[in-house]
């Protein structure tokens, strides 16, 4: 069994359509798809992935990828949630009004990027965003350039326009992170912790073990094995489920293949049929 809980598709930030992710899930034969294509901050790939997952015959495990904060420390925190099974109307409450600050701000920075005289397309950027509805940085930069993520010159360019003194640098207002693990509780989810290593996110990790956080993500591809230890020391402390995921986004993201990094069959998590 290979087992990937952690993709994402054009209702967000991925290049891919659902459907293309469950084509190369079925091609790389992956048994479970965790939808989480976990979709940024929405549930609307749900009814579609549903439907794929019979006509693929593939496991779909509804879920969800939160962009909370740890506002005691200023760091971000990402929130997994996964197993749902209806309409998920207290993510959505929480959701909707970020998904509204983030596409308000991607189009301040469309602004602000023409003004600076770079040649961007507006509609382009908004064609790109289409299955999503919410304009993200990733499909400002697919109607800037056509080279991949991982080039130096797509690199360069994304740091001098988003990263710090870059003409369209800033950021969005994040939902509290014991929020984000609240909604997920409420809609019938199970929490998990996102990459704890890449967001350097450890810190409020053994808080949200407080506040009956279910999981921790352990495979990720920007898990170190220093990382790795600290999640598994943590899992065995507070007896959490383990997670992982290739945290696959297409073109949009870091050169790794859907399937590339998944969870043993015998970490199965309970929430896996």
Known sequence: MKIDLHTHSRYSDGSETLEGLFQQAKAAGITHL???VVDHDTTAHHAEGRQLAAQYNIAFIPGVEISAYDFQRQRKV???GYGFQGECPHIQALCAPLLARRHAHSLWQVARIQEASFALDKEQALAFARESGTLYKQHIM?????EAYDAKNYQTLYRSLFKQAGVAAGDIRYVDAFAALRAIHADGGV???AHPGQLDSFDIAEELVREELDGI????????????????QLADKY??????????????????KLGQYTIPS??????IK
């Open 34 to 36: 965790g939808v989480v």
């Open 78 to 80: 990402h929130m997994l």
């Open 142 to 146: 697919n109607a800037l350039t056509a």
């Open 191 to 193: 929490a998990v912790l």
């Open 217 to 232: 993500e352990l495979i990720h591809p920007d898990h170190t094995p220093l990382h790795m230890e600290r999640v598994q």
């Open 239 to 256: 007896s959490l489920i383990v997670t992982g995921g290739s945290d696959y986004h297409g073109r949009y993201g870091a050169s790794v």
């Open 266 to 271: 015998l970490q199965k998590p309970a929430f």
